[in-house]
């Protein structure tokens, strides 16, 4: 705030000279200029691009029928294990980028599981990299456990006692359903028994009557185990009975201490589909500026924002549980950038609460990373971060510009990113532009967290579109 009235104290000087001064016309034109970068540009202190070590929750999280988001290895988080390192987490994240891209290439075929550990990878989930928890509660009495909330998987699981054969370390005690007076084996005769090939990309098991699932996950981490219903608590006022999920009695994989998933995608199995007949198939989240504050996951209309401008939800047809949307151009600095339409229909392109980075065609990318390199030629570059290849030093700067981005959607629709949306930090010294390229422009696009962050995103599957606002968190 203070960098902005500093610079906007210094334009009105420099247009009160200009009026003094005897060359008005060229004068002015000068201030214009300025006037115009200062509007398409960020201006902000080195100082305050790593998040804070103390926990500032967000007061949007009081919404009705609301969950508080934390990010899961921020100072507002109780998971017990260590948080991985940036190159971990983008390592993480091309690993989750890839499933998604082999599942829509429909190249990951279902076979017998011979080992746990050879599961097919269906979901676009790698919970390793997925980033966000939520809280709900399980059973009766209820047991709070801490959830990945992911929109690109659909069934919702979490460890269950006993743990036959691997259970990973979580920050409650394992959901234990002998314990439960409302828990329920779905039965493998049970057509809803059927509906498990389609939510997890692997054809229901029997054991002793009863129906079990199986899904994996692109970094080579499972849950196995049994299919059953039980009450699921969201807030006081949300509970539901006869929820539909897996109660996984062998797990591996990088879960970072959350009991399991929470299904977000479109399938019947997942969670804004169980509960439709009170929420219309409606949820909205924002996603925290920095892993110090916490954001919201909330179900049906109330607290979505007037100004929420909407696109519509594509169906990719061998991905259609993922929310589908239409880019139609992106902005750096307020100028649109030359990119044939094209270049992102031709694979489309999916959001994504799980996928960290944002991933866009290779000729969107490159137009892109050279209009930010040229907005950003007077600071030096600093090492490629991973999958990031556009990275600027500014330990030896107090403060900097960066220009804006924005991205336009079918409908007429345009988003500006926020600040904590166009970079990624590693250090003063790495503080990198937080996109990057597919291989080609045959790869789905995916719109990932980073991107979202602030914004209100509202999926609304019953009128087949989804919903962006500015200022979501506040």
Same mark, same amino acid.
Not at 297 to 312: A, D, H, K, M, Q
């Given at each position: 705030?203070?960098?902005?009235?500093?610079?906007?104290?210094?334009?009105?000087?420099?247009?009160?000279?200009?009026?003094?001064?005897?060359?008005?016309?060229?004068?002015?034109?000068?201030?214009?200029?300025?006037?115009?970068?200062?509007?398409?540009?960020?201006?902000?202190?080195?100082?305050?691009?790593?998040?804070?070590?103390?926990?500032?929750?967000?007061?949007?999280?009081?919404?009705?029928?609301?969950?508080? *988001?934390?990010?899961?290895?921020?100072?507002?988080?109780?998971?017990?294990?260590?948080?991985?390192?940036?190159?971990? *987490?983008?390592?993480?994240?091309?690993?989750?980028?890839?499933?998604?891209?082999?599942?829509?290439?429909?190249?990951?075929?279902?076979?017998?599981?011979?080992?746990?550990?050879?599961?097919?990878?269906?979901?676009? !989930?790698?919970?390793?990299?997925?980033?966000?928890?939520?809280?709900?509660?399980?059973?009766?009495?209820?047991?709070?456990?801490?959830?990945?909330?992911?929109?690109?998987?659909?069934?919702?699981?979490?460890?269950?006692?006993?743990?036959?054969?691997?259970?990973?370390?979580?920050?409650?005690?394992?959901?234990?359903?002998?314990?439960?007076?409302?828990?329920?084996?779905?039965?493998?005769?049970? !057509?809803?028994?059927?509906?498990?090939?389609?939510?997890?990309?692997?054809?229901?098991?029997?054991?002793? =009557?009863?129906?079990?699932?199986?899904?994996?996950?692109?970094?080579?981490?499972?849950?196995?185990?049994?299919?059953?219903?039980?009450?699921?608590?969201?807030?006081?006022?949300?509970?539901?009975?006869?929820?539909?999920? @897996?109660?996984?009695?062998?797990?591996?994989?990088?879960?970072?201490?959350?009991?399991?998933?929470?299904?977000?995608?479109?399938?019947?199995?997942?969670?804004?589909?169980?509960?439709?007949?009170?929420?219309?198939?409606?949820?909205?989240?924002?996603?925290?500026?920095?892993?110090?504050?916490? @954001?919201?996951? =909330?179900?049906?209309?109330?607290?979505? =924002?007037?100004?929420?401008?909407?696109?519509?939800?594509?169906?990719?047809?061998?991905?259609?549980?993922?929310?589908?949307?239409?880019?139609?151009?992106?902005?750096?600095?307020?100028?649109?950038?030359?990119?044939?339409?094209?270049?992102?229909?031709?694979?489309?392109?999916?959001?994504?609460?799980?996928?960290?980075?944002?991933?866009?065609?290779?000729?969107?990318?490159?137009?892109?990373?050279?209009?930010?390199?040229?907005?950003?030629?007077?600071?030096?570059?600093?090492?490629?971060?991973?999958?990031?290849?556009?990275?600027?030093?500014? =330990?030896?700067?107090?403060?900097?510009?960066?220009?804006?981005?924005?991205?336009?959607?079918?409908?007429?629709?345009?988003?500006?990113?926020?600040?904590?949306?166009?970079?990624?930090?590693?250090?003063?010294?790495?503080?990198?532009?937080?996109?990057?390229?597919?291989?080609?422009?045959?790869?789905? @696009?995916?719109?990932?967290?980073?991107?979202?962050?602030?914004?209100?995103?509202?999926?609304?599957?019953?009128?087949?579109? *989804?919903?962006?606002?500015?200022?979501?968190?506040?």
């Amino acid at each position: 705030m203070a960098a902005t009235i500093s610079s906007t104290f210094l334009s009105a000087s420099l247009l009160l000279l200009c009026l003094l001064s005897a060359s008005r016309k060229g004068c002015v034109a000068f201030v214009q200029q300025e006037l115009a970068a200062e509007t398409h540009h960020h201006t902000l202190q080195v100082s305050s691009l790593l998040p804070s070590s103390v926990c500032n929750p967000s007061k949007a999280t009081d919404k009705k029928s609301s969950l508080t *988001v934390i990010h899961k290895h921020g100072p507002c988080s109780q998971l017990t294990s260590d948080a991985p390192t940036f190159t971990e *987490v983008l390592l993480h994240d091309q690993a989750r980028v890839n499933s998604i891209h082999s599942r829509l290439a429909n190249t990951v075929n279902n076979v017998k599981e011979k080992a746990a550990t050879s599961i097919p990878a269906k979901d676009g !989930s790698v919970v390793g990299s997925a980033s966000y928890i939520v809280t709900v509660g399980l059973g009766t009495p209820k047991k709070d456990l801490s959830l990945v909330f992911d929109t690109g998987s659909d069934l919702t699981w979490t460890q269950c006692q006993p743990c036959v054969r691997y259970c990973y370390q979580q920050k409650e005690p394992i959901f234990d359903p002998s314990q439960s007076k409302s828990y329920l084996n779905i039965s493998c005769s049970s !057509s809803i028994c059927g509906s498990l090939s389609s939510a997890t990309g692997n054809p229901p098991a029997c054991s002793s =009557s009863t129906c079990v699932y199986k899904i994996g996950y692109g970094d080579k981490s499972f849950s196995v185990g049994f299919f059953g219903t039980e009450r699921l608590t969201l807030t006081s006022a949300d509970i539901f009975d006869n929820f539909l999920f @897996g109660c996984g009695e062998n797990n591996q994989g990088l879960f970072s201490g959350a009991a399991g998933l929470l299904g977000l995608g479109r399938n019947e199995l997942s969670l804004p589909s169980q509960i439709a007949q009170k929420y219309k198939k409606v949820f909205s989240y924002c996603l925290p500026s920095s892993t110090s504050s916490t @954001g919201y996951l =909330s179900f049906g209309n109330s607290g979505i =924002s007037n100004s929420v401008e909407f696109t519509p939800l594509v169906t990719l047809s061998r991905g259609p549980s993922f929310y589908g949307l239409g880019i139609t151009g992106i902005s750096v600095g307020g100028k649109r950038l030359s990119i044939s339409a094209s270049v992102f229909t031709t694979a489309g392109t999916i959001i994504d609460s799980g996928t960290v980075i944002t991933r866009l065609p290779a000729t969107a990318y490159s137009a892109l990373r050279t209009a930010f390199r040229q907005g950003m030629s007077k600071y030096p570059m600093g090492k490629p971060l991973s999958i990031l290849d556009t990275c600027y030093d500014l =330990s030896s700067y107090n403060s900097f510009s960066i220009p804006k981005i924005s991205i336009s959607f079918s409908g007429g629709v345009e988003v500006e990113i926020a600040l904590s949306g166009i970079l990624y930090v590693n250090s003063p010294s790495q503080v990198c532009l937080a996109f990057a390229g597919n291989n080609n422009d045959s790869n789905v @696009g995916i719109l990932g967290n980073v991107q979202q962050k602030t914004l209100q995103v509202v999926y609304d599957s019953a009128n087949a579109r *989804v919903g962006f606002a500015t200022g979501g968190c506040s």
